[in-house]
């Protein structure tokens, strides 16, 4: 368990760490969100006693990492954000030098160090020095040392950069299992990955805190305004008026594709009750609408807010939003057109995959959105 | 503190290093050897091992650079920090496993004393203790430049340091000719060097008053001996910074035969200070 109490960290003036308060319970993954410099990594380093705080506690199972330090970091594995290899020596020297490090008795250096190599797949280069292996198994011979010994509490900066699909997919499941028994605690940029992988996720934004909840609670946080997303074989202005004839729609943009099919996100009032207590669901009435116009109605489907959108929202303040704002309206109208059908293509594309992969295809489906807003570079870099 | 000990003993002489100082001190040493004792056939080996110290200078940077600022680069130091091992148990392991770097040729050294007994008249004894101290201030050069690679990020900075501090202690007898003497004088500059530990504490604490309090202290208590007792200051900077010149008790012993027992003391609490420094730059990195 780790409790962190009014945590400040100061860099000179700077604030990298804005009084956080949190506990973490045993037997869950916990998944830490922020955009880049939000304190993620600073947070990380002082729960593991690399970095002292300029005020405030942290306390692993009891032990404050400060005064008994010893005590608390039995209790931790990390990975930071670089991995800390000696480059000058071989896989399984450094995890026995790690092992000894971690005060593993010396009859369990061999067991402890096969398990984990056996976990993270290192077997077969083992004996190669760390130096010539590439930035994938570099990633994994630094996660293989948070595991050595499996401590309660993992944490683990960004474990999944460098690696590779299916040892992406390796290794959440081991962290899955570990998740069951450990405390797990990791940052990822990729939110697809956090969202698939973590009972309950933090979101850190210029060092506070600024949520904390399950991801469904996080998505259900903006869903006040259900949105829908239709495509419909008419016009716009056809569109338009049988959308019109449905009196809890809100709002609604609609679009012209490149096949000539007309593209709306509609914006609805939140899901209520009828007088007979059954949920009230729009599209139905949707269907209806266009049915009676007889108009083929090509897709139909909520579009939740994603964790992305939620993301955006809590971690962009006021000045931001303007900003971005005022950029998205500008391509809007500069590239209506390309940019709608590389939302359709995309969409397509994700419909396809959906059933082997949900999340990629959703993520790649919001790229493409944001695309259209003006943030390309920084969605790219997260969705690769 | 075992497993650092360990994994930088192997990697000194993995990466090339220690071998290249142990070969380099050795060859140096040798041809020295041949020149005076086989050649010479001067008895003494201690004298040789004096014309070794040079080989000190350049050979001690080269093993202290990397020990901290190459972790702090790499980030590696996120291992040895985050790990149930104490601050102290890091520094010492690194310094332990430098210190057997230097051992190694010491201990090769120790079989020269034995061909010159082969040959003739050997000081076995004076021999045996100009090796042990030759060691001994070989730590002390090593706990300085420990000290200084754990103030930066680069090795080159490290070594440069590292080297002109030992160039400068190396030389520090004939700097020492150029300080003043007069009272007045000598009493300006021990107000300057307790300046240094008072900057020092105002570096580590960030504590304005604490350190200028401490300031006022050595000032007034400075001034006012200097009034009552102005005699007290003359000479005395020459007195003081002169045991800096570390390598003295070293020649004392090479030279005239005399061993300072003082200046091993001396040699002994300069490495304890240098760890402790150490172990507070690395400390005080992790709070600012």
């Given amino acids: ?384 | 503190m075992c497993a650092i000990y360990k994994r930088e003993l192997r990697s000194y002489f993995r990466s090339m290093v220690g071998c290249v100082f142990v070969a380099f001190l050795v060859a140096f040493t040798g041809i020295y050897f041949t020149a005076y004792n086989l050649t010479a056939g001067y008895p003494y080996f201690s004298y040789t091992l004096s014309g070794s110290l040079i080989v000190f200078l350049v050979g001690i940077p080269l093993i202290t650079m990397r020990s901290f600022s190459e972790e702090r680069k790499n980030k590696t130091d996120q291992l040895l920090l985050t790990a149930p091992v104490s601050l102290t148990k890091v520094v010492l392991g690194k310094y332990l496993a430098m210190a057997s770097v230097i051992a190694l040729p010491n201990l090769i050294f120790c079989l020269f004393p034995l061909l010159i007994k082969m040959n003739g008249t050997a000081y076995l004894k004076v021999d045996y203790i100009s090796i042990a101290v030759f060691f001994l201030l070989g730590c002390v050069y090593v706990a300085i430049g420990m000290f200084l690679s754990s103030l930066t990020e680069s090795q080159m900075i490290a070594f440069l340091s590292t080297f002109g501090v030992l160039l400068v202690l190396y030389l520090w007898d004939g700097i020492l000719g150029f300080l003043p003497s007069s009272a007045l004088s000598c009493m300006i500059g021990v107000i300057l060097i307790l300046s240094i530990p008072v900057f020092y504490i105002w570096q580590m604490t960030s504590n304005w008053i604490v350190s200028a309090v401490l300031e006022a202290i050595c000032v007034a208590g400075c001034v006012g001996t200097y009034v009552m007792h102005a005699e007290l200051f003359e000479n005395l900077l020459t007195k003081l910074l002169g045991n800096l010149a570390f390598a003295d008790v070293f020649t004392g012993i090479t030279e005239n035969q005399i061993v300072d027992l003082g200046g091993i003391a001396l040699y002994i609490s300069v490495i304890a200070v240098f760890i402790f420094l150490t172990i507070q730059a690395i400390q005080k990195r992790r709070w600012s």
């Fill in chain 1, 1 to 384: 368990m780790i409790e962190v109490k009014n945590l400040v960290k100061k860099y000179g003036e700077q604030v990298a760490v804005d009084h956080l308060d949190f506990r973490l319970e045993p037997g869950r993954i916990y998944g830490f969100l922020g955009p880049n410099g939000a304190g993620k990594s600073t947070t990380m380093n002082m729960m593991t006693g690399y970095l002292g705080a300029t005020e405030g506690t942290i306390e692993i199972n009891g032990h404050d990492i400060l005064k008994e330090p010893e005590a608390a970091k039995r209790h931790i594995g990390y990975l930071p954000e670089i991995p800390p290899l000696y480059t000058d020596m071989t896989v399984s020297e450094y995890l026995y030098f790690a092992a000894e490090l971690k005060g593993i008795a010396k009859k369990e250096w061999e067991k402890a160090v096969q398990e984990v190599m056996q976990a993270v797949r290192l077997e077969e280069v083992q004996m190669r020095l760390i130096r010539n292996l590439s930035k994938g198994y570099r990633q994994r011979v630094g996660l293989a040392q948070a595991l050595l010994g499996f401590p309660e509490i993992l944490i683990l900066d960004e474990p999944m950069v460098g690696l590779d699909p299916k040892q992406i997919i390796e290794i959440r499941e081991l962290i899955r299992g570990l998740g069951n028994k450990h405390t797990v605690i990791l940052s990822s940029h990729i939110l697809a990955e956090v969202r698939e992988i973590c009972d309950y996720i933090l979101i850190i934004s210029r060092g506070k805190l600024v949520a904390g909840d399950t991801p469904e609670n996080l998505e259900h946080l903006l869903n006040g305004q259900n949105t829908l997303e239709l495509e419909a074989k008419a016009g716009l202005e056809e569109t338009r008026d049988i959308l019109k004839k449905v009196p809890e729609i809100i709002r609604a943009q609609i679009e012209r594709t490149e096949e000539g099919t007309a593209f709306a996100k509609v914006h609805t009032e939140p899901a209520g009750r009828n007088g007979l207590g059954k949920k009230t669901d729009v599209r139905e009435k949707i269907f209806f609408a266009f049915s009676e116009a007889a108009c083929p109605l090509l897709l139909l489907k909520p579009s939740k807010a994603s964790l992305e959108e939620v993301f955006m929202q809590l971690t962009q303040g006021g000045e931001q939003i303007q900003e971005t704002g005022s950029d998205a309206s500008f391509s809007m109208k500069e590239e209506e057109g390309s940019e709608v059908s590389s939302v359709q293509e995309e969409g397509t594309e994700a419909s396809f995959v959906q059933e082997e992969e949900g999340t990629e295809a959703s993520f790649i489906q919001e790229e493409g959105q944001l695309e259209g807003s003006g943030i390309k570079g920084e969605k790219k870099e997260g969705g690769r």
